[in-house]
């Protein structure tokens, strides 16, 4: 035996961030949890606690004023952070979901436009999806079309993750319709570019906290270098993004449902029925192996995922789908399950877990849901 042996092992560096965070998370985001998600309002506390220690987009690299960390540490915030409240966890993950297109993909100047503004804690959204383009987002209809030198965008984004809030906007846009998914473009676009529009707050089952919105472009003028890469690859950039991204998604669900799994134990340590701590009934102690043996599982996927994406490794597309949609699919499995162990106390608001189910549920949805993570990965197998 090697006990130096570090395969499978974080590394200390790794180990000490996940410990700031989760000291963070507790002190100064689990608080205000059950409060945000009650009243359906942005958790301003942990935005202003996360900027200011330099964790709501540690992805951004340190020439561009950021920390420079990896993919599996940019997972190891988002997973503390949902831990204790999955809406605040949007704040890191939307930021890497907005910026990465930009990293990927912009020029120089964009870069040191957007990404530093980024880094000194103002917020991105991304924004491909439209109310007749979801799974089937190539079919987009949001125009974007050259006017001298300038970019004029017109059209109706749904479902914008923390619109309203973000400073910037990645936005996908057709620019020849003659050519589908290479007749589409991605674009930089600031809150305060004319002909730029944020709609109403969804109500939402779950991440109450992080505003939806839809966002309205009407004859929206933008300057000709923000557009992200070259015309018409825009769409390949937004899927690239995903590759990157789906197991941060993944990394919010494995937060999720450790921190349902964290309550459900400490719960049966102390509730007695029948003269003894429930805990000590076989019965739930299977079930409590079972959801951390599930947890487990889906946080080995997630980091192998996000390792190899970080090493910039080909054909991410399987392991990227498949760390998200396993560790959504844990996530909601193990949160119903953390509200059995809580029996009647865990369908009431006085303990988190339902509201970790109710959160968990997304995971299974944006990003692509999990029955076009199942395509990704049979398209992968199939090839
Ligand atoms: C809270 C929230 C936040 C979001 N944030 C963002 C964001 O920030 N930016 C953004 O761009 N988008 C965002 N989305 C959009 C999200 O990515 C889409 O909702 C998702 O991709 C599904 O699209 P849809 O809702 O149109 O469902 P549809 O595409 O209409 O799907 C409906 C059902 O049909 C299934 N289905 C569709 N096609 C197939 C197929 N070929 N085979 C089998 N099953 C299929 C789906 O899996 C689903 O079960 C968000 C959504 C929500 C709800």
Wanted: glycine share 8%.
């Amino acid at each position: 035996m090697n006990a130096d042996f570090d395969t499978y092992r974080l590394s200390d560096e790794h180990e000490a961030l996940r410990e700031a965070v989760r000291a963070l998370a507790e002190k100064e985001i689990a608080p205000f949890a059950a409060e945000v998600d009650e009243q359906a309002r942005y958790p301003v506390e942990a935005r202003d606690a996360l900027v200011k220690a330099g964790f709501h987009a540690v992805h951004i690299p340190e020439e561009y004023g950021g920390e420079g960390a990896d993919e599996l540490a940019a997972c190891i915030v988002i997973e503390e952070v949902a831990r204790v409240c999955a809406s605040s966890s949007l704040i890191p993950a939307v930021n890497g979901l907005g910026s990465i297109p930009i990293l990927l993909s912009g020029s120089e100047e964009l870069k040191q436009l957007v990404l530093s503004d980024i880094a000194r804690g103002a917020g991105i959204s991304y924004a491909l999806s439209e109310r007749e383009a979801g799974s089937d987002a190539a079919s987009m209809r949001t125009r974007a079309r050259r006017d001298g030198d300038d970019w004029i965008l017109d059209g109706t984004k749904c479902w914008i993750t923390n619109a309203g809030e973000s400073t910037w906007y990645t936005v996908m846009a057709v620019t020849d319709p003659e050519k589908r998914a290479n007749g589409i473009s991605a674009f930089a676009v600031h809150r305060d570019d004319p002909g730029f529009e944020v709609g109403p707050k969804e109500r939402k089952l779950g991440i109450a906290g992080s505003p939806t919105r839809e966002i309205y472009f009407q004859g929206c003028r933008i300057p000709g270098d923000r557009i992200i890469g070259a015309e018409g690859t825009g769409f390949k950039t937004a899927l690239r993004t995903l590759d990157h991204t789906r197991p941060t998604i993944g990394a919010q669900a494995v937060g999720i449902a450790q921190g349902a799994l964290d309550v459900a134990i400490a719960y049966a340590k102390d509730r007695r029925q029948f003269g003894k701590a429930i805990a000590e009934f076989q019965g739930l102690q299977f079930m409590l192996a079972d959801m951390a043996m599930k947890v487990e599982a889906a946080r080995q996927l997630v980091y192998v995922a996000a390792s190899r994406a970080e090493r910039g490794e080909p054909n991410l597309g399987f392991i990227s789908s498949a760390a998200k949609c396993m560790a959504s699919d844990v996530a909601m499995s193990v949160t119903t399950d953390a509200v059995q162990v809580l029996g009647g106390a865990g369908y009431t608001r006085d303990f988190p877990v339902e509201r970790m189910m109710r959160d968990a549920k997304i995971t299974q949805i944006y990003e692509g849901t999990n029955q076009v993570q199942r395509m990704v990965m049979a398209r992968a197998l199939l090839k």
